[in-house]
């Protein structure tokens, strides 16, 4: 169930980053908010 679903983990420090810096990438409208002082975006 756990490999059907994708939800194995991942242990590979290059694939994690590879992910954080897509998600970064997709949301440079939020990360420029944060950046610049709104810190509210979270929760």
Do not use: C, H, P, T
Not at 10 to 38: L, P, T
């Amino acid at each position: 169930v756990v490999e059907e679903k994708g939800l194995k983990q991942v242990s590979d420090s290059g694939a994690i980053e590879a992910m954080i810096d897509e998600v970064i990438a997709g949301n440079a409208d939020k990360v420029a908010e944060y950046r610049g002082g709104k810190d509210k975006l979270f929760g």
